[in-house]
């Protein structure tokens, strides 16, 4: 199926992580997005909750589905305050992106895999941006284009974080 | 992490294609967007969604909360003490101000009470704090604290110490959202303080500055002109200051100027803003339905 790729042959024979810890992980992705953000810290503010549904659509595509990333957009769509559907739009195109680029993600290291991901992050970004364009609203700043790159460095320590988060197959050492 | 873990082992179903699938979420999500952006009918399914995200929003709050309270903390007793001197002073002077004010309007009723004029009504008005603004770099928007329950109506005025910062657009149950002036789907009636000309201003989408299309190439014009509400479509009230002209370009080809102006209130500048509520019963609009005209209608008011 996939190909076996270098540096992914150890944690894919491993067990998938929990539904819940994933759940918790975008979560915590809307927290960061709910922060009081303003000014160029807004138009820097990196999209981690895209950088997760990158994540765990390469590494759990069977615990992740469409529907699960098309209730994400609209509740990050509620945080921006804006039009309901813009983010459910990108994040389904991203989403499909990242299950047809997956076997080419999964086969790379993870610096050639940062360049795949700042592409997906990018065409997130233009389809915001084109929705917005069309809707009649004026393009911002043009350091918001600055965005899909700050998401992608994320995927430097990413991967190595959330590989460590817990798995449904793993006990609590304490039990 | 083959898919077998997971599933039980199903040799000849198949699901839809991810492309197949990706497509009717997307479409799913064009429809969202045409209903919301164009007939404005998800807001049942917004308001759901709000208190899906409230636990969120708290925990959200946390950061800045604590930097509130470490503030709070470590807050220098002379900076407050000057601080405090200061605001005083100011304090001082206005209520001079607002004492000659008063007798101002007295007098002034009385002569329209002579010369049987409508009195313009006055705006009762609340302290609201800010939230946060809209966490997206299209829109120009604002956090409220203080909705529904606050009395907090759609439509009402928003102002600074400054000068005019945006309306009231949509209430929630405990906070509301302000559309700033330079949004770009607010036009405010203004006039031109220097030569009373009245005019229509438009935000221009970008952060503190908004346009005035409709002045003729012809009529006086000058950076540095201030802008104040013209009161006309009875919603702002007369005389509040907007923006200051900042650049004027005329072309033979077009029959109107361009006209950028610089909003002077800021959103960085102010933790609190003012939220006027519009008079619910504008006293004469019974008396004399006729004459009223444009100048009183309130938008809660305008549906029958």
């Known amino acids: 199926m996939d190909p076996i790729a270098p540096n992914q042959a150890g944690p894919a024979l491993r067990a998938p992580h929990s539904l819940r810890w994933i759940l918790f992980s975008f979560t915590l992705s809307l927290v960061f997005l709910f922060f009081p953000w303003h000014g160029t810290g807004l138009l820097l503010r990196p999209d981690v909750t895209a950088l997760l549904v990158v994540y765990w659509g390469v590494f759990e595509p069977v615990l992740v589905g469409n529907g699960t990333i098309f209730v994400l957009g609209l509740l990050s769509d509620t945080a921006s305050s804006h039009v309901l559907g813009v983010h459910a739009l990108s994040y389904s195109l991203l989403f499909t992106l990242v299950q047809y680029y997956r076997p080419r993600i999964l086969s790379f290291y993870r610096l050639n895999q940062m360049l795949h991901v700042l592409m997906l992050l990018m065409v997130t970004q233009l389809t915001d941006g084109v929705v917005e364009w069309v809707l009649g609203y004026a393009w911002p700043d043009w350091i918001w284009w600055l965005q899909p790159a700050i998401g992608a460095l994320g995927w430097l320590f990413l991967p190595s974080l959330l590989e460590r988060s817990p798995r449904s197959g793993d006990t609590p050492k304490s039990l | ?304």
């Open chain 2, 1 to 304: 992490m083959s898919p077998l873990e997971t599933r039980p082992l199903d040799l000849f179903s198949r699901s839809a294609s991810p492309w197949f699938r990706g497509m009717v979420y997307a479409l799913l999500a064009l429809a969202c967007i045409a209903t919301d952006a164009h007939f404005h009918r998800l807001e049942m399914l917004r308001q759901a969604l709000e208190v899906m995200t409230v636990p969120i929003q708290e925990a959200a709050e946390i950061p800045s909360l604590t930097k509130q309270v470490m503030e709070r903390h470590f807050d220098s007793l002379s900076r407050l003490q000057e601080e405090n001197t200061t605001l005083r002073r100011q304090l001082l002077l206005q209520t001079g101000q607002a004492q000659q004010a008063t007798l101002l309007l007295r007098d002034l009723n009385q002569m329209r009470g002579l010369l049987q004029l409508q009195s313009s009504p006055l705006f009762p008005a609340r302290v609201s704090a800010i939230i946060s603004s809209a966490r997206n770099p299209f829109v120009q928007k604002l956090l409220l604290e203080g909705g529904e329950s606050q009395q907090i109506h759609l439509g009402s005025p928003v102002l600074t110490e400054q000068g005019l910062l945006g309306q009231i657009t949509r209430v929630y149950p405990l906070y509301s959202e302000v559309t700033l002036v330079s949004n770009r789907n607010l036009t405010i009636p203004v006039e031109i303080e220097r030569t009373a000309l009245r005019t229509l201003a438009v935000g221009s989408g970008h952060q503190g500055e908004m346009t005035l299309p409709y002045v003729p190439s012809g009529s006086d014009v000058r950076p540095g002109d201030f802008l104040l509400t013209s009161g006309i479509d009875g919603l702002y009230p007369r005389g509040l200051t907007v923006a200051t002209v900042t650049q004027v370009n005329r072309s033979k080809s077009s029959a109107f100027a361009d006209i950028t102006a610089r909003l002077n209130a800021g959103v960085d500048s102010a933790p609190f803003v003012l939220v006027m509520t519009p008079s619910p019963a504008a006293p004469l609009m019974e008396e004399s339905p006729a004459e009223t005209g444009s100048s009183h209608p309130v938008p809660t008011h305008k549906k029958p």
